[in-house]
């Protein structure tokens, strides 16, 4: 969940090794929140903040769509007010979707649950639902992440399998992925190589006759 500090004013602006913080003032409550936007991304191989394209390239797009500058002109913001959503960890000039991770103390337990969002992002089929009023997700994913390159890559067999094992579990298309959106599913909280905690959702029961 999100607080909304409304038309707060930017009063400052730190720009250093490919991240700007920009400082908005909360002057009812005697406060500051501050919005980073970081070109690099984290390696956690090297433990180190790298160069990284396609994170540059959303921080561009955000600072252009939200601020009406580039990176390189950022430090003119100052002066501007703008909503701030501001969250436990983090605040943001837009607002972000919080995913909830089930604790181990959850592992074994069976949910009836509704679903309430699928999307494909390219790396996964994302199912999500509400359990007590956080947003959880099940995953089902087809890519992996090389360390090296510190990026996702598609494994195109394993999408095909995916979504084949999304159609036979559902009996729903990969293209009507939608129809899933608002139907009882039965998720079983478990873990995965003896260390994730995962949120697992069963098949659809099958028709008589049919495999």
Not at 166 to 194: C, N, P, Y
């Amino acid at each position: 969940m999100s607080k909304l500090l409304q038309q707060a004013e930017i009063v400052e602006v730190n720009v250093e090794d490919g991240k700007a913080t920009l400082v908005f003032l909360d002057a009812e409550q005697g406060e500051i929140r501050e919005v980073n936007f970081n070109k690099k991304a984290f390696d956690s191989g090297t433990k180190k903040w790298v160069d990284n394209e396609e994170k540059a390239a959303k921080v561009e797009g955000w600072i252009s769509e939200y601020l009406g500058l580039t990176f390189d002109t950022v430090a003119q913001a100052v002066g501007q007010k703008h909503d701030v959503y501001c969250y436990e960890k983090f605040n943001s000039l837009f607002e972000v979707e919080q995913i909830a991770k089930f604790e181990e103390d959850m592992v074994g337990q069976i949910l009836n649950v509704e679903v309430t969002g699928v999307v494909d992002d390219g790396n996964a089929i994302r199912i999500r639902f509400e359990y007590e009023g956080e947003t959880y997700e099940s995953k089902m994913t087809y890519s992996t992440f090389l360390e090296g390159k510190n990026e996702w890559f598609v494994n195109p067999q394993k999408r095909t399998t995916q979504y084949a094992k999304f159609e036979d579990k559902f009996g729903i298309k990969v293209a009507d992925m939608q129809d899933l959106v608002s139907k009882t599913v039965m998720v079983e909280v478990k873990k995965a190589f003896g260390q994730y905690v995962i949120a697992e959702i069963k098949p659809f029961p099958k028709k008589k006759g049919k495999k």
